[in-house]
């Protein structure tokens, strides 16, 4: 039987160990799916820094004032850039800037909305991390939008309810720190972990709810229909 595990990853743009930790866990369900698993992955958003302002300010330059001057920054960059490097990334401190993300989130929204939330996800990390560009800017984000065929009228109030919605949600779970992979509602694995670790917690939740595609159907049908097996005694309930 195919093991079915629904994954809910909260992360901000902005956050180098977010682009570490999606990009591991994107492996990990590789794997898990050459093993027969079928994983559901749903982007939620996160705002590290929801009173940012996008001025154009370097990162480096605010990482000196944030961590308490330029060379304590630098190693924490340095070390951060290193372990990213590992993993075939590309983070360039001295270019990034410093910015807002409310809008960024926004435009994965959307982009989920039209099927395109994945792309739009790693453009905005290549863009903020790789290319320096200003995800803060909706010039640049328009731009973004564009290049991966994402409809977004971010000067209007496109996708900016649904982002707001999943901030307060993420509020009232207590998500304080980012990454974090929610597995089926249940079960949550903070940090950037090991690609062999988060493997190891979906074919571990696998077992622990024991769903499948057929399985999760029928109780969503029930659900629909106020069927009694709606949530079963798990703590798994049909939406």
Known sequence: MQRYV?????????CPWCYIGHARFARAVERYRAKGGEVEVEFRPFQ????????????????AKKF??????????????????????????DHAIHANTFDAHRLIQLAVEQGKGEE??????????TDGLD???????????????????????????????????????????????LFEGQ???SGAQPEDTLLAALEEVAERTGQSPAARAVKAAK??????DACDDEGYCAV
Do not use: C, N
């Open 187 to 189: 079960f949550a694995v």
């Open 68 to 93: 308490g001057g330029a060379e304590r920054a630098a190693q924490m960059f340095e070390r951060v850039r290193g372990v990213a490097a590992e993993d075939g990334l590309v983070l360039d401190f």
């Open 120 to 129: 739009a996800l790693y453009a905005l990390f290549r863009a903020h991390f």
């Open 48 to 63: 590290l820094m929801p009173d940012a302002e996008s001025t154009g300010e370097l990162t480096r330059v605010w990482g």
């Open 223 to 228: 659900a629909a229909q106020g069927g009694a």
């Open 135 to 181: 995800v803060g800017s909706r010039e640049v984000l328009a731009k973004l939008a564009a290049d991966i065929g994402v409809e977004a009228d971010l000067d209007g109030a496109d996708g900016a309810a649904a982002v707001q919605e999943q901030l307060a949600r993420a509020r009232a779970l207590g998500v304080s720190s980012v990454p974090l992979f």
């Open 6 to 14: 629904k994954v809910e990853i909260y992360s901000d743009v902005v």
